[in-house]
């Protein structure tokens, strides 16, 4: 049974120590990669002038079925056009001290990404391809790659080089705000953007078998507190979560006052509540994900087809939500566990184009408002309808006139992309 490759990303919050560990496998991929293009480009260059052949080895090989022996020759070229394998011996050769405190492996992985971005490159398959490139460290994206990285008790472990200048119990493992979908994976990725870090796992996950078809499809309607689908509402938004977000907004403000006021981020009672602030951070990512795998599994379960929205573009009225990052976040996470269940499960999902107007169409007759008669996050002016109510105003449609919920009817519009797949556009 093959596995499946699903990666995850997480953002780590390293501790002062894990993030010098962080910033330095950043600046030592960037170097290793800068070093190994130099290399390349010295050795291919003495490939075109200087190369030629020295001699020709012949090489018998049999071949296992048939026992017959053929003799391969191949040429011994005084300046061969650069590999890999080649440039990264030479930069192990020429390894300096303080580079034996940093990673090995990481030093293999660049110059091993370096020789796919030059076959890349070369590739007239793949004609999008640049030249590979020198980093610069102002690039605002930049990280390294590990092969070296486990997964130990739930935690992400990156390896420490044997001769780091970090002691081993100051070398912490990172916690993964969501549990790893398994113990095993592949190369990990850790990169750095807005001085934040983050690291992407490819877990390798087995093959799960897929559910026996229940002869039901579903369609949900995100929305702050609660998300709609085809057998009623799901809560997305319960008491305990909102009393999370009061704390969360309280211990920002707090920290927020402390920096303007006294001007110290060192003093041991912005520590304090910086420290409450993180583990607010952290009950409230466990509630989330809490809630949306239980409604995905759910949904799974029970349903062949699933159409979702496409949620980076959906504006909600969220005035009244205290921590309103925070609380988007969890739409996100919605998405990404529907995408891999459904594809563990063997189920369809269905992402509604940005452009459908799901919130705009009649789902019974298909009208779709335009201009002033549009729905806007705070109902319609012009017909003075509130923010939840959708009203047709077509004559013929069955519902004409009549008040339903705004939700139930963006629900039914989504459901329609199963029967209509040519709707799922700007219309
Ligand atoms: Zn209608």
Redesign the pocket.
């Known amino acids: 049974m093959t596995d499946t490759i699903q990666t995850v990303v997480y953002e780590l919050h390293p501790n002062k120590t894990m993030k010098l560990v962080l910033d330095e496998a950043i600046d030592y991929r960037r170097y290793c990669w800068n070093q190994a293009l130099e290399t390349w480009n010295e050795l291919y260059l003495a490939h075109k002038i200087y190369d030629k052949i020295l001699w020709t080895k012949f090489i018998p090989k049999q071949n296992k079925k048939t026992g017959k022996i053929t003799v391969k020759p191949i040429d011994i070229h005084l300046n061969p056009s650069p590999n890999w394998k080649m440039v990264r011996d030479i930069m192990v050769h020429d390894k300096a001290d303080w580079q034996y405190q940093r990673s090995a492996h990481l030093l293999g992985l660049a110059v091993k990404d370096l020789g796919n971005a030059w076959q890349n490159f070369f590739d007239k398959a793949q004609p999008d391809w640049g030249k590979p490139h020198f980093h610069s460290r102002r690039e605002p994206r930049q990280g390294f790659k590990s092969d070296q990285s486990k997964i130990v008790d739930g935690l992400l472990r990156l390896e420490r080089p044997q001769k780091s200048l970090v002691p081993s119990e100051e070398w912490r493992d990172f916690k993964l705000s969501e549990k790893p979908l398994s113990d095993k994976i592949g190369v990990v990725s850790y990169f750095r953007e807005n001085g934040r870090y983050y690291a992407a796992v490819p877990f390798k996950v087995a093959n799960k078998k897929a559910l026996p078809k229940t002869g039901k499809n579903t369609a949900v309607d995100v929305n702050v507190g609660h998300f709609n689908y085809t057998d009623g509402q799901q809560n997305v938004l319960p008491k305990k979560l909102e009393r999370i977000y009061e704390k969360i907004k309280h211990y920002q403000r707090k920290l927020a006052h402390k920096r303007v006021v006294t001007g110290s981020t060192q003093s041991n009672n912005y520590l304090k509540t910086r420290t409450k602030l993180q583990a607010c951070y952290r009950k409230a990512s466990n509630i989330q994900n809490d809630l949306m795998h239980k409604f995905t599994t759910k949904l799974v379960n029970n349903y062949d087809q699933i159409v979702i929205e496409n949620l980076s573009v959906k504006g909600m009225l969220m005035s009244h939500v205290a921590s309103k990052g925070v609380h988007r976040s969890m739409f996100g996470r919605f998405k990404q566990m529907l995408t891999y269940k459904c594809k563990w499960y063997g189920r369809k999902l269905i992402l509604a184009d940005k452009l459908y107007p799901s919130t705009q169409r ?1 789902a ?4 779709i408002k335009h201009g002033d008669e549009r729905i806007t996050l705070y109902g319609n002016k012009k017909h003075g309808t509130k923010h939840n109510e959708f009203v ?1 105003y ?1 004559k013929k ?4 006139n009549l008040v339903v919920d705004r939700d139930t009817n963006a629900m039914f519009n989504l459901l329609a992309l199963i029967e209509h797949p040519k709707l799922n556009k700007a219309l």
């Open positions: 009649c019974v007759c298909g009208t047709c077509n449609c069955p519902n004409y």
